[in-house]
């Protein structure tokens, strides 16, 4: 059971990076996906997360407007679309699955070893 989280990088504020969790020896579909983020000196914190039923999202009030998750069951694949980035963004972001869509981390049983996302003014 692994998960892999891609697509992080160096942009300017204002642009765009798109996240992807892939997940390999099981089934994203059962799973609620969470996207966490860490930055230095700071605790993770919860920025997005996907059900696994109705496929119902939800997002931080500080990513809300700006970043879009999705999943795609058929490539076994969850994105984290982020628009309108700002310095503040700068963290290293986690995929993590569990089984209800939660803010909490303690609700999620796998995660991904993360991607850092850097963004400059």
């Known amino acids: 059971v692994q998960l892999q989280a891609s697509g992080g990088g160096l942009v300017r504020a204002g642009r765009s990076l798109r996240l992807s969790c892939a997940a390999s020896?099981?089934?994203?579909?059962?799973?609620?996906i969470g996207w966490f983020r860490q930055a230095p000196g700071k605790e993770r914190e919860w920025v997005s997360c996907i059900s696994s039923s109705d496929g119902s999202t939800y997002l931080s009030d500080s990513v809300k407007g700006r970043f879009t998750i999705s999943r795609d069951n058929a490539k076994n694949t969850v994105y984290l679309q982020m628009n309108s980035l700002k310095p503040e963004d700068t963290a290293v972001y986690y995929c993590a699955a569990g089984r209800i869509p939660d803010s909490d981390i303690e609700s999620y049983n796998y995660w991904g070893q993360g991607t850092l996302v850097t963004v400059s003014s």
């Open positions: 020896g099981f089934t994203l579909d059962y799973y609620a």
